[in-house]
């Protein structure tokens, strides 16, 4: 592994570790993994002045690429998939890759059953 890369790995472990969150993939063998969990309670408005997407309502996890090993392959291939976070469930909208490859940003939303349970 290249310097750079174990180096990111390594801070990020560390970041994860002291500020992260546990969080579960609810796959069928069940997952544990830190990720670092923004769910902002206040609405905020910040400008697009270079085009760049900022989402700063939506509800987001971080984690390192052997985290959640498929995750983003599968929610890619279009299968729902589900991540536990704080007892609450959300499925996965979608999952994009930082910069550097490594880190990756999963977009939540919360799952629909947690909200309007069945009767």
Do not use: C
Not at 10 to 30: C, Y
Not at 55 to 76: C, H, M, Q, S, W
Not at 80 to 108: N, S
């Amino acid at each position: 592994m290249p310097e750079f890369d174990a180096l990111a790995e390594q801070t990020f472990a560390h970041v994860s570790n002291l500020m992260g969150e546990p969080a579960v993939w609810l796959a069928s063998n069940r997952v544990s993994g830190r990720v670092l969990y923004k769910d902002p309670t206040e609405p905020v408005q910040i400008g697009d002045a270079e085009r760049y997407e900022y989402r700063p309502n939506d509800i987001t996890i971080e984690y390192y690429l052997d985290t959640f090993v498929g995750l983003k392959k599968a929610v890619d291939s279009g299968e729902r998939q589900f991540i536990e976070v704080r007892g609450r469930r959300f499925f996965v909208v979608d999952i994009t890759t930082k910069f550097d490859g490594g880190t990756y940003v999963a977009q939540l939303a919360p799952d629909i059953e947690e909200i309007e349970p069945e009767l």
